[in-house]
């Protein structure tokens, strides 16, 4: 069955970096197009970032623009979010995303989230 699974959270000071990691199973990784959302409590699931299925097209979302890079390893069937110069606002369970469209059906699927905790 198909399975994203996010690691790489964990506690941070203001200023560090994370580097987050989804790796995916059960279908062909590179046939899909994935992303990065975040929840933080209280709010609503927020875009982060988007890659093509190639790595050649990227694009984020205007709170995190400059300082969240998204990349992808085909070959390793892994998605990567490099996150710098972290505030505390960034707090939130970030969640890993697949999805392929089709002429016929839409694909989705979640990663259950990785916790980012930024605080001193």
């Known amino acids: 069955q198909v399975q994203l699974v996010e690691s790489g959270g964990g506690l941070v000071q203001p200023g560090g970096s994370l580097r987050l990691s989804c790796v995916a199973s059960?279908?062909?990784?590179?046939?899909?197009?994935m992303g990065w959302f975040r929840q933080a409590p209280g709010k609503e699931r927020e875009f982060i970032a988007h890659?093509?299925?190639?790595?050649?097209?990227?694009e984020y979302g205007d709170s995190v623009e400059g300082r969240f890079t998204i990349s992808r390893n085909n070959a390793e069937n892994t998605l990567y979010l490099q996150i710098n110069a972290l505030k505390p606002e960034d707090t939130a369970v970030y969640y890993c995303?697949?999805?392929?469209?089709?002429?016929?059906?839409?694909?989705?699927?979640w990663g259950q989230g990785t916790q980012v905790t930024v605080s001193t």
């Open positions: 995303h697949a999805q392929r469209l089709t002429v016929v059906a839409t694909y989705d699927y």
């Open positions: 059960g279908y062909t990784f590179s046939d899909y197009e």
């Open positions: 890659i093509s299925w190639s790595g050649g097209m990227t």
